[in-house]
């Protein structure tokens, strides 16, 4: 039976589970010099134990706290530690109304608490002045006096930027109200070109150019800012930099001549632009020219900003040389009939010595009698043309001393032709400018056809050996 009563006893003493409660402890230290190991309890619901429970000082108030999970209803004894060792203990008198046998005591309630602050080492709470309503902005739950200081909210503009702001308000109420203006950032303007400055509104205007209209026009670079005044008296500044850039600066060459031939130019406006529009309404940073007119391009760069260029281009033509002459005695009058030439050489005796006239037009006076071979190069910028034309010269007043030399065409391409005014017994050298002989033979004929076809291109010296020796210079292209 004693079994039988033993085990039920068991059965409800482990299956029953008592409730437990937060139970916070504090101890008011702001008379003690807190010890570097911090403030503990020990009592007799943890064991007497120094170290095991530290206390933490949450509202740097100096008053130290735990909070504990206790059964409900139980009874401890406990005291507050300066530090984690007996001997730093706390000391209650006999006579503390809230001691026995030298420590504190506590019965636990049934529902979560904070217990009263006691100064350390005694059973006296500190007297706390401060706002006690909950409602007020500064309450103190920590205090134990109402001392009228309670500040209560008020609501309001709290942002010291805006127009209505109100240094009275606790709380903002979304009424704050901003005055802004934005003039932009510092503005680059091609040259020559105006900005329209300003901001609309019903506002008063103050720029340091001294007008006071909502607009303002900038046609010069500086500093330009304005004072802004609303309805309210709200006041606002701004301010902006203006420069002004140069006019894009290009080039596509001088007034020039293209041929007719097929030939073509080429206009570059150069690589420093974002963007190209010809004349023609392309777009390219080149344009091929095919035949005569009157072109431009207009450049933008990085800015925005534009110049522009144009040439004049002309057509040519192939040259066409022709002339006549009159011959009087020794002297022959030439009268120039070419087409399209710029320029005119004369060669009188084709051994490459060329008179150069500015408009074709010359007479020239012969020292012997006999045939002459006379050529006449015009050319332009398309090219060139040669005509050669033989003429004799028989005259009273030449009296005839030696042998005379005609080398035609010359230039000369395949073959050219050496000329005497008499028969004889002539030993013609070609040497190139180095003296290389690349031709030698005697020429007994007034007329020689010379084959230079095989010859490389460039410029070489006829020598031709009689009584005595001259040197000719002869070209082959």
């Avoid at 217990?115 to 006296?124: A, E, I, K």
């Avoid at 012969?366 to 090219?383: E, K, R, T, W």
């Avoid at 190139?432 to 030698?440: A, Q, R, T, V, W």
């Amino acid at each position: 039976m004693r079994s039988l009563i033993f085990l039920i006893l068991c059965f409800f003493t482990i299956s029953f589970k008592a409730q437990t409660v937060d139970v916070t402890f504090r101890v008011d230290m702001q008379f003690e010099t807190v010890s570097l190991n911090g403030v503990h309890l020990a009592g007799s619901m943890q064991g007497w134990n120094t170290v095991a429970t530290p206390m933490n000082n949450p509202n740097g108030d100096n008053v130290w706290e735990v909070t504990l999970s206790l059964d409900t209803g139980s009874y401890y004894e406990y005291k507050f530690i300066n530090g984690n060792a007996w001997g730093s203990d706390e000391i209650l008198a006999s006579w503390e109304w809230c001691q026995v046998n030298g420590n504190r005591f506590h019965t636990v309630g049934n529902t979560s608490y904070d217990l009263d602050p006691y100064v350390f080492g005694s059973c006296n709470v500190l007297v706390v002045y401060g706002c006690m309503d909950s409602t007020a902005q500064n309450y103190n739950p920590q205090a134990t006096n109402e001392d009228s200081s309670c500040v209560y909210l008020f609501l309001g503009c709290t942002d010291s930027l805006s127009c209505n702001y109100n240094p009275q308000a606790i709380i903002d109420d979304s009424s704050c109200y901003y005055f802004e203006i934005d003039l932009g950032n510092d503005t680059i303007l091609c040259s020559m070109s105006t900005l329209n400055l300003g901001v609309a509104g019903n506002y008063s205007y103050l720029w340091n150019t001294s007008d006071t209209t909502p607009i303002i026009s900038i046609n010069s670079a500086g500093s330009y800012s304005v004072q802004i005044v609303d309805s309210l008296g709200c006041e606002f500044r701004d301010s902006i930099n203006i420069y002004y850039s140069p006019i894009p600066y290009v080039d596509i060459g001088n007034d020039q001549s293209i041929c007719n031939t097929g030939d073509t130019i080429v206009l570059d406006a150069g690589n420093n632009w974002t963007s190209y529009i010809w004349s023609d309404s392309s777009i390219n940073q080149t344009l091929i020219i095919y035949s005569s007119g009157l072109y431009s391009v207009v450049v933008t760069d990085s800015l925005g900003c534009q110049g522009s260029d144009y040439v004049n281009i002309t057509s040519d033509s192939l040259p066409i040389s022709s002339f006549t002459y009159s011959i009087n005695g020794s002297t022959v009058n030439f009268v120039n009939l070419s087409i399209n030439a710029k320029t005119y050489l004369w060669d009188f005796y084709s051994d490459g010595s060329f008179i150069d006239t500015s408009s074709g037009d010359v007479e020239f006076n012969y020292q012997n009698n006999g045939l002459f071979n006379v050529s006449l190069i015009v050319s332009n910028s398309c090219g060139s043309d040669t005509l050669m034309a033989s003429i004799e010269i028989i005259s009273a007043n030449i009296v005839e001393h030696e042998i005379e030399y005609q080398i035609y065409p010359n230039p000369c391409t395949e073959l050219f032709y050496i000329s005497f005014n008499k028969k004889s017994n002539n030993k013609l050298i070609i040497t190139d400018l180095l003296g290389k002989i690349y031709f030698e033979d005697n020429l007994e004929e007034r007329e020689n056809m010379i084959d230079v076809s095989s010859f490389p291109k460039g410029i070489y010296l006829i020598n031709v050996l009689d009584e005595t020796l001259k040197k000719y210079k002869l070209i082959i292209n």
